[in-house]
C-alpha cells in the first residue's frame, strides 16, 4: 500500500523515555505504516498510509504525545524555539515562587499546621505536573516511570512525617530537570549548527531580473544567481561567472575552490566572491544538500547494539529496582528489631536512584552528536551501528584505483608489434575506448589529442572486467587486459615494469600496448601510517590490475596483503572470505570509489565509499561516505567512532556506577532522599555534558 511520509518538529520534549513510549504507541495505530521518534534531533517521522485520513491520525498522534508528555506537542521550528523560550521563562517564575514557599516553611516552628501546609503547598507547586502525570499514566497502565517514582518517593516522605525533605526532593527534582532539559536542548541545537547546510532560498531568473522563491519551487533548467555570501541553493552548472567557493559544508576541506564557466557547483557549498549564474541541474529533493540531510536525520533510525541494550535495560532495570525497595521496606523489619519507617525511608532513596534518564537520554545523544562531528568533517555516516562498529575494526581492505590512487593515468609508452605503428595502436585503441567511462580510456583519449569519428566505428561492446571489443574501420579491435587477449587465443608479452598496460589487437592480430601508470593520492602513505598507527595493522588490497602494479603500490603504501587481477565478482568472494576469517574477531570494512565497488562496498561489514559526493550510487551503496578523496579522511573518522565509543561507555560507567553506589549506601541508611535527587540529576546532567564533547569534535574540524 501506498504511504505518505511526515516530518514533524516537536518542542518540549525532554524525557527519553517517553519519546520511547511515544514511538511504540504510534506505531501501533491503525493506518500508520511506521513511525521513527528521533529524541536526539526532536523529530518525529510517520509514514501513514494513502487510504487514511492524514489530518485525523496527526490529531491522534498529537493526543498520544499529550498524554505520555505533557507540554510536548507538534511544532515548526521557529515556533518550537519560541515555545521553549516560553516554557522555560515559565517554569523559573513558578519555581521561584515554591521556592518563597518553601523558604517561608523553613522559618515557621518546626510540626506548627502553618508549616506542614506551606510544604505542602511548595510540594503541589514543584511538583503537581509530575504528580498528574503519574496518575494519569497508571491509569493508562504506564507505572514504573520517573513520575511515579517521585510521587511515591515524596508522598512516602510526607507519610513518615518528612514534609521538609518530601518538599525539597521534589524542588531538587524539578530543577535539575530543568537544567537538564536546557543541556539537552543546547545540544540539539549544537547539532543542527553542525548540520545547517539547509539553504533558505533561490534567486531565480525572471523578465524582472531575480527573484527569491523555494528551493524546492525551481526545476532543473532553470537559471539561478548566486551572489557573494549565498549558501548554492542547488546543484548546477555555471553558465556566467567567476568565484571561490566554500565546499567545506559537504567535504570538510577548508580550501576554497575555484570556479568558472562550465564547472558543477553543488547545493550546500557557499559562494566566496564573485556572482554566479547557474543553470539547475536538479531538483531540490535529489539534490546534494537534500540526500545528505536525509541521509544524516534518518541515520538516529540505525541504533547502535548499545543503544538498543539501554533502551532494554531501562526497561527492565526500573521495575526490578522498585521491587527490591519493597522488599527493603517489608523484609528487613519482620526479621530484626529495626523500625519499619527506617527501612520504608531507605526504600524511598532506592526509588529515587532508580531513575534511568541519565542513559536513556546521553547515549543517543553521543552516537547522534558523533554523527554530526562527522558530518562537519565531510564523512556521512547512515547510522550510529556503523559509528560503533567502526571504532571496533582492525581490519581493512581497500581498493586501489580511484582509492588510495588519484584514477588518472598518464601514457607512459607505446609498444608496438607485428608490423603496426605507434600511432595505429593509439588510434584503433582511442575509437574502440571511446564509449567507456573507464579512467584508462579517459587517459588513452587525452593522449590521442583528439575525438575519434563515430562513423568509423560500429559494434561496441563492454566486458566487464576485461575491456571492450569494437568494429573501426570495419576492422574487429579487441582492447583490454590480458585476460581479454588469452580469451581470444591472443598471445601476448609481459610488461618489465610495474604499471598498468592496455593491450591491442585488431582481426585477431596482437598490435601492441599502451604502457600507462597511477599515482597515488597525495596523502595516501601518510593515511595508512596514522591507520597502522591507531592499531588498524590488518590491511588488504584487492584490485584488477595486473600484479606488478599490485605490489609495487601496496608496497610504497605498507599494505600486508595483496590480491590482484580480480573480477568485480572475484573481489565479493575474496571480501567473504577475510570476512568468515575474520569473524569474531571485529568487523571487516572495505573501502572503494563507490561507483565501481557498489557491490563489494554492500557485502562488507561496513562499506566506505571514497569521493562520494555528487555520486548517487556510492551515497546509496555505502554505510559511511567520504565525501572528497582525501584518504586521511578514514583516520578522522575511526578518530571520532572510538571518541563516540569512549564518550558514551564513560557515561554508562558514570550512571551505573553512581547508581549502585547509592543504591548500597541506601541500604547501609547512609543516603538521604534529597542527596539521592542530586546523585541521579546530577549524573544526567554530567552524561549530557559529557556527550556534547563529541560536538565540540565536529566544530573543530
Not at 267 to 284: M, R
Not at 403 to 418: A, E, K, M, S
Request: aromatic share 8%; proline share 4%.
Amino acid at each position: 500500500m501506498e504511504t505518505t511520509r511526515h516530518q514533524w518538529n516537536l518542542t518540549g520534549l525532554g524525557c527519553a523515555g517517553c519519546a520511547n513510549k511515544i514511538e511504540t504507541a504510534v506505531r501501533k495505530m491503525e493506518g500508520v505504516a511506521s513511525a521513527r521518534l528521533d529524541f536526539a534531533n526532536s523529530k518525529f517521522y510517520v509514514e501513514i498510509n494513502n487510504d487514511q485520513d492524514a489530518n485525523g491520525i496527526r490529531e491522534r498522534i498529537e493526543s498520544i504525545i499529550s498524554d505520555i508528555e505533557p507540554g510536548c506537542c507538534i511544532n515548526d521550528t521557529e515556533a518550537a524555539e519560541n515555545d521553549y523560550r516560553m516554557l522555560f521563562r515559565r517554569r523559573i517564575v513558578i519555581y521561584i515562587i515554591g521556592l518563597v514557599i518553601f523558604i517561608a516553611a523553613i522559618i515557621l516552628p518546626e510540626q506548627s499546621w502553618p508549616e506542614t501546609l506551606l510544604f505542602i503547598m511548595a510540594w503541589l507547586i514543584f511538583g503537581g505536573q509530575v504528580i498528574a502525570k503519574s496518575f494519569r499514566n497508571i491509569l493508562r497502565g504506564r507505572v514504573f516511570d520517573e513520575n511515579f517514582l517521585m510521587t511515591i518517593a515524596t508522598i512516602g516522605a510526607f507519610i513518615l512525617g518528612e514534609y521538609a525533605e518530601g518538599a525539597s526532593v521534589m524542588l531538587f527534582y524539578q530543577v535539575g530537570e530543568m537544567f537538564q532539559d536546557y543541556a539537552v536542548d543546547r545540544s540539539r541545537r549544537s547539532i543542527r549548527k553542525l548540520l545547517d547546510i539547509k539553504p533558505e532560498y533561490a534567486n531565480i531568473m525572471t523578465e524582472s531580473g531575480p527573484e527569491k522563491v523555494s528551493p524546492a519551487n525551481v526545476r532543473p533548467g532553470d537559471r539561478i544567481m548566486v551572489f557573494p555570501g549565498e549558501r548554492v541553493p542547488l546543484d548546477g552548472r555555471v553558465l556566467e561567472g567567476y568565484s571561490s567557493v566554500d565546499t567545506s559544508p559537504l567535504t570538510g576541506e577548508s580550501l576554497p575552490k575555484d570556479v568558472q564557466e562550465g564547472d558543477e557547483v553543488l547545493s550546500g557549498s557557499i559562494n566566496q566572491s564573485g556572482v554566479l549564474t547557474l543553470e539547475v541541474a536538479k531538483s531540490y529533493e535529489n539534490s546534494t544538500v537534500s540526500r545528505i540531510l536525509e541521509l544524516v536525520q534518518n541515520a538516529s533510525g540505525r541504533k547502535a547494539v548499545t543503544e538498543r541494550f539501554i533502551t532494554r535495560f531501562a526497561a527492565k532495570y526500573t521495575p526490578a529496582v522498585v521491587g527490591l525497595a519493597a522488599m527493603l521496606a517489608i523484609l528487613p523489619p519482620l526479621f530484626t528489631n529495626t523500625p519499619f519507617s527506617q527501612w520504608a525511608y531507605r526504600a524511598l532513596v532506592f526509588l529515587v536512584i532508580s531513575c534511568p534518564c541519565a542513559l536513556v537520554i546521553s547515549i543517543p545523544l553521543g552516537f547522534f552528536g558523533g554523527i554530526g562531528a562527522a558530518s562537519r568533517r565531510g564523512i556521512l555516516v547512515k547510522g550510529g551501528n556503523y559509528l560503533e562498529a567502526l571504532a571496533r575494526t582492525d581490519t581493512m581492505v581497500f581498493d586501489k584505483t580511484g582509492t588510495l590512487t588519484t584514477g588518472v593515468f598518464r601514457v607512459t609508452g607505446i609498444v608496438p608489434r607485428q608490423g603496426f605503428t605507434g600511432q595505429e595502436v593509439l588510434h584503433y585503441a582511442a575509437c574502440a575506448e571511446s564509449y567507456s567511462t573507464h579512467p584508462l580510456a579517459r587517459s588513452v583519449l587525452e593522449r590521442y589529442g583528439e575525438n575519434p569519428d563515430p562513423a568509423r566505428m560500429d559494434d561496441h561492446a563492454e566486458i566487464p572486467g576485461k575491456g571492450v571489443r569494437a568494429r573501426v574501420d570495419r576492422k574487429q579491435v579487441l582492447c583490454g587486459n590480458r585476460r581479454l587477449m588469452e580469451d581470444h587465443g591472443i598471445s601476448v608479452e609481459e610488461r618489465a615494469s610495474a604499471g598498468t598496460s592496455l593491450y591491442v589487437a585488431v582481426d585477431g592480430v596482437y598490435a601492441g600496448r599502451i604502457d600507462m601508470e597511477d599515482t597515488l593520492k597525495p596523502d595516501a602513505v601518510s593515511a595508512m601510517e596514522s591507520l597502522r598507527a591507531m592499531g588498524i595493522h590488518d590491511t588488504v588490497l584487492l584490485t584488477g590490475d595486473v600484479r606488478e602494479a599490485a605490489h609495487y603500490a601496496a608496497g610504497r603504501l605498507g599494505i600486508g596483503r595483496v590480491h590482484h587481477q580480480l573480477l568485480p565478482q572475484d573481489k565479493v568472494t575474496v571480501l567473504e572470505s577475510i570476512i568468515d576469517e575474520k569473524k569474531g574477531s571485529g568487523p571487516v570494512v572495505f573501502v572503494g570509489d563507490g561507483i565501481n565497488d557498489a557491490a563489494v562496498i554492500s557485502r562488507a561489514d561496513i562499506g566506505i565509499a571514497m569521493g562520494g559526493i555528487g555520486s548517487d550510487a556510492a551515497i546509496e551503496a555505502a554505510d559511511i561516505v567520504i565525501m572528497n578523496d582525501e584518504v586521511g579522511k578514514l583516520c578522522d573518522a575511526v578518530a571520532i567512532a572510538r571518541k563516540t565509543r569512549r564518550i558514551v561507555f564513560q557515561n554508562i560507567v558514570l550512571a551505573l556506577g553512581v547508581k549502585i553506589l547509592f543504591l548500597a549506601m541506601a541500604t547501609g541508611g547512609l543516603a538521604t532522599l534529597w542527596e539521592a535527587v542530586f546523585a541521579d540529576v546530577g549524573v544526567a546532567l554530567l552524561a549530557v555534558l559529557n556527550a556534547m564533547r563529541i560536538i565540540k569534535a565536529g566544530s573543530s574540524g
